[in-house]
């Protein structure tokens, strides 16, 4: 039984698994492998064979046992199989289409950024989001050699997004021009700072899908994932 328990010892150590009484070769092998923390189906059947391989004559492993282990892996494995294949098909679900990316081009979106540009109509539009609460927003619009053009107050807002409007004309009533234009914000509630994100209009002059997600290109702001947009116009 000496040679068995030690082929038994080695099929153990082998997959990462010390068995207490185990030789001192067989234990250092066991400790080579201890960066494996889990066990696939090539390890379950080898386990299993050499299980049976070194079972006591005297007292065989119970078949009934051994076939609802066997019942219970080959469940766990066609779970994963198919754990792996709905994750493949999410992916290709949630992935962008080269068509859906195009149809981008062209158009305005609104998106997490600093850089506007004005309407042909002059002045632009954007949206503040809020972390919390604020008792005091504001937005500060300035020119590209950082002169501030306008600060707009927008008060109190509670949690959330909200919109703003400006019309082109600077705290001394004067056209500011077509931009491009630095936007800032700031909340505060009763003093204290409140978490605060500016969005701004941005047209989109082309879209890459290189990395399987859309990315959109946009003047003065740069690439922004397709997942950042928060409005289309």
Do not use: C
């Not at 007292?59 to 066997?70: F, L």
């Amino acid at each position: 039984m000496t040679t068995t328990n030690s082929s038994y010892d080695s099929t153990l150590a082998s997959l990462g698994i010390p068995r207490y009484g185990a030789t001192s070769n067989t234990t250092s092998n066991a400790q080579s492998n201890t960066g494996k923390t889990s066990l696939n189906q090539g390890d379950f059947l080898r386990l299993m064979t050499a299980q049976m391989q070194n079972q006591d004559p005297f007292s065989p492993v119970d078949n009934t046992q051994m076939v609802a282990q066997m019942a219970q892996f080959s469940s766990l494995a066609g779970i994963t199989d198919m754990s792996t294949t709905l994750k493949a098909i999410a992916d290709k679900l949630g992935a962008t289409s080269t068509a859906d990316a195009v149809s981008y081009i062209g158009k305005t979106v609104l998106v997490p950024g600093t850089t506007a540009y004005g309407r042909t109509s002059g002045g632009i539009a954007g949206a503040v989001e809020l972390g919390g609460d604020a008792t005091n927003v504001n937005v500060t619009i300035s020119d590209s050699n950082g002169q501030v053009l306008k600060t707009m107050k927008l008060g109190a807002h509670a949690k959330g997004s909200m919109t703003y409007d400006w019309d082109g004309k600077t705290d001394q009533g004067q056209d500011a021009g077509s931009g491009p234009f630095t936007v800032s914000v700031t909340a505060q509630n009763n003093g204290a700072t409140v978490s605060s994100t500016g969005l701004v209009w941005a047209p989109v002059q082309s879209v890459s899908t290189a990395s399987g997600s859309a990315v959109l290109n946009l003047p003065g702001i740069g690439d922004v994932a397709a997942a950042n947009v928060r409005q289309i116009g």
